[in-house]
């Protein structure tokens, strides 16, 4: 079991990204999906989550209206479209199996910098 984001990078205020979660070794269609991020010296932050068939989402209020998390079950991909990002948007961002923060199996993570 192995997720693997990508997508991170460094942005001006304002700017977009569209982080990719790309799972191997197990189907992603049969878990819900969350993203997570940690800023430095902060805990985890539940940013998102999606539904299995991708019917339902959820976000944090922090994000909701910015932000947008989708998933393409046929080509094992989650995606958190990040649109208006703010320098407080600037941490790591993980995803993660299930809802939540408090169980699933997690990535390595992808660095996003909202920098001028």
């Known amino acids: 079991v192995q997720l693997v984001e990508s997508g991170g990078g460094l942005v001006q205020p304002g700017g977009s990204l569209r982080l990719s979660c790309a799972a191997s070794?197990?189907?992603?269609?049969?878990?819900?999906m969350s993203w997570v991020r940690q800023a430095p010296g902060k805990g985890p932050e539940w940013v998102s989550d999606?539904?299995?068939?991708?019917?339902?989402?959820d976000y944090a209020d922090s994000v909701k209206g910015r932000f947008t998390i989708s998933r393409d079950n046929a080509k094992n991909l989650v995606y958190l479209q990040m649109n208006s990002l703010k320098a407080e948007d600037t941490a790591v961002y993980y995803c993660?199996?299930?809802?939540?923060?408090?169980?699933?199996?997690w990535g390595q993570g992808t660095q996003v910098t909202v920098s001028s």
């Open positions: 993660k199996t299930g809802r939540g923060i408090d169980s699933g199996s």
């Open positions: 070794g197990f189907s992603l269609g049969s878990y819900a």
């Open positions: 999606i539904s299995s068939g991708g019917g339902s989402t």
